[in-house]
Structure formats: structure tokens, C-alpha cells
């Protein structure tokens, strides 16, 4: 199962938005809203920041959001601050309880 | 509160197995499914598979296929992630992960554990 498609890095100054698209096909993210958003700081376990493509799990800040549109997802954050800097990783379910992550993207809050 | 508690740091030969195990407390342990994934240094997640820690039911990415096992102790509340014929490509941290409701939502993961295989 290939990688879902991530752009290798991002970044934005604080209190701007930004956005960070992953690409998958009609097996994965197109068939299905079950998609994720995880971030991990150097050293650290990822943390899972959105589920089921927009749902935030408690405790994670309303400045994360997240959208699908047919084969690609996307993660939002706004009002950028230091402590979003870390790498960021979509996954999506991708048939016969199988998943797929993306390759990742490193955000850098300048 | 929920905890995943994951064996310490290894080092292995290139052809050997290792096995990680992954403590959970906090909850039911066979209420939610436990993930493996890995990352190799400086590289992206990797899912290798998962067990559906009520009824022992595994399910492997193609990838890993023939050369992951991953089972459970209930009685233990602990997961256990064995790799075979390892090679200096599988050096990496492998995570466990519980699986909230449905693939892929991970609420919670291990510490991880470092896997260095050299000769």
C-alpha cells in the first residue's frame, strides 16, 4: 500500500493559518471517512489531533480542523503558535481493517 | 488513566527476532484493538498490523506479511509485537497504539521502543 501523499514541509508565521493536504485514491481516503491527523515532536509518540476526517478528541484546541474532499484530506490550523511546530501525519483506513499514514509533513512556525 | 507501557530499548543481530511487549492499564484491555506501527529513523509512521485483543484475531499489513506476529495475554493485560529475520532496514521505534472505535483512530500509544539491529 503506497504512502498517502503529503507535502514535505509547511510553514507560517505566528497567528497565521495553515493548511496541509494528503492525497490518497478511492481505496483509501475517496471510500472512506475515516481519516486522522497525528502530531509528533522530536523524540515524542505521535498524537492523534483529529478523527473520523473532523472530529477533535477532547483536549486538542478548536484552532485544529479538519476537511475531506474526494481523494484528498486536509488538516487546518490557525493562529499559529511555537509550540505547533512538529512533524504532522494523516492516515486513513484503507479496506479489510487495513490503514495507510502519509509520508508526513514538518511544520515550522517562523 | 490509560497508560501503554512498552518494553525497553534492544539490540539485535541482523537475521534474529525480537518481541516488544506493551503493558496497558487503565482501562479493559480487551474493550480496544491494539496497533503496531514503526518509524525508522527520520522516516514516516509505517503500520504493521493489529490484534483484536477480545477474540485474539490478527490482521497484518502485506508488507510485514509472514515475518510479524502479534498476540496478546488478557490475563496480562499486554500486547506483544514479534518480528523475525531482521535486517539493518527494520532499526526503528515501534509504538503500540489503542484503537478508538475504529482504524485509524489511535487515542492512545506506548513510549516507544528503540530496535537497533548491527552486527
Known amino acids: 500500500q503506497p504512502a498517502l501523499t503529503q507535502s514535505a514541509s509547511v510553514s507560517g508565521s505566528p497567528g497565521q493559518s495553515i493548511t496541509i493536504s494528503c492525497t490518497g485514491t478511492s481505496s483509501d481516503i475517496g471510500g472512506y471517512n475515516y481519516v486522522s491527523w497525528f502530531q509528533q515532536h522530536p523524540g515524542k509518540a505521535p498524537k492523534l489531533m483529529i478523527y473520523d476526517v473532523y472530529e477533535r478528541p477532547s483536549g486538542v484546541s478548536d484552532r485544529f480542523s479538519g476537511s475531506k474532499s474526494g481523494i484528498t484530506a486536509s488538516l487546518t490550523i490557525s493562529g499559529l503558535q511555537a509550540e505547533d511546530e512538529a512533524d504532522y501525519y494523516c492516515c486513513s483506513y484503507a479496506g479489510s481493517s487495513t490503514l495507510v499514514f502519509g509520508g508526513g509533513t514538518r511544520l515550522t512556525v517562523l | 488513566q490509560v497508560q501503554l507501557v512498552q518494553s525497553g530499548a534492544e539490540v539485535k543481530n541482523p537475521g534474529a527476532s525480537v518481541k516488544v511487549s506493551c503493558e496497558a492499564s487503565?482501562?479493559?484491555?480487551?474493550?480496544?484493538?491494539m496497533h503496531w506501527v514503526r518509524q525508522a529513523p527520520g522516516q514516516r509512521l509505517e503500520w504493521m498490523g493489529l490484534?483484536?485483543?477480545?477474540?485474539?484475531?490478527?490482521k497484518y499489513s502485506q508488507r510485514f506479511q509472514g515475518r510479524v506476529s502479534i498476540t496478546r495475554d488478557t490475563s496480562a493485560s499486554t500486547g506483544y509485537m514479534e518480528l523475525s529475520s531482521l535486517g539493518s532496514e527494520d532499526t526503528a521505534v515501534y509504538y503500540c497504539a489503542r484503537e478508538f472505535r475504529v482504524i485509524p483512530n489511535f487515542d492512545y500509544w506506548g513510549q516507544g521502543t528503540l530496535v537497533t539491529v548491527s552486527s
Open positions: 490484534i483484536n485483543t477480545g477474540n485474539g484475531r490478527t
Open positions: 487503565g482501562y479493559t484491555f480487551t474493550n480496544y484493538a
